[in-house]
């Protein structure tokens, strides 16, 4: 019951376990480029901007994605009842694969359009509420945040424990908005031009 449960609710994150040559420049290799070039920009900025409070940057980007999980649950809603048929055909070889849980046994399936697509835009979905709501809990607690910060360089006596923590939390945020970054232009590929091809 409890593995079943467990391998439910973590269906969004099958995207990244999908099985193919090229799959990991996607979910991996361009999100971590982004997220380093985009911390490094940070680190070179003569003035760094807020990162947390009324003008600072995850309330802005807050304002962004938020309206993203509505577009994404359209988008995986169209993706599932698009009538072509040439949707629900086994991709070109090399296929996909992804594992599934069929009647407690796990099986490797080739993926159609439909099911690639269903896949991307649940993993699009779910990356967006985890943004949000770690971007929700930042802006909630920055008062709390620069009290820890205050408190750990009091126990310490160095700032070094707040820049490795702080570094942490931004390049895992980073990385996260970047996948996401790639994952939506890579679904507006397979739905602008890859579903029409043979």
Not at 124 to 136: D, H, I, K, P, T
């Amino acid at each position: 019951m409890l593995k079943q449960l467990v391998y439910e609710l973590s269906r969004g994150f099958a995207y990244r376990g999908i099985a193919h040559g090229e799959m990991r420049t996607y979910t991996v290799w361009l999100p971590l480029a982004l997220t380093v070039l985009s911390l490094a920009v940070y680190i070179v900025l003569p003035v760094k901007p807020a990162l947390v409070g009324s003008n600072g940057l995850a309330g802005s980007l807050l304002t962004l994605v938020s309206t993203l999980p509505g577009f994404y649950f359209a988008g995986l809603a169209a993706v599932a009842t698009f009538g072509n048929t040439t949707m629900d055909r086994e991709m070109p070889a090399p296929a996909p694969e992804v594992e599934m849980l069929v009647r407690g046994q796990r099986i490797s399936v080739k993926l159609t359009r439909r099911l690639f697509l269903s896949y991307l835009f649940s993993y699009l979905v779910v990356m967006s509420f985890a943004l949000c709501s770690a971007l929700l809990a930042m802006n909630a607690l920055a008062s709390s945040v620069n009290v820890l910060q205050t408190s750990l360089a009091t126990m310490t006596g160095a700032h070094w424990p707040w820049l490795v923590l702080r570094g942490i939390a931004g390049f895992g945020l980073t990385f996260v908005f970047a996948s996401m970054v790639v994952s939506t232009l890579h679904g507006v590929f397979f739905l602008t031009e890859k579903i029409h091809q043979p």
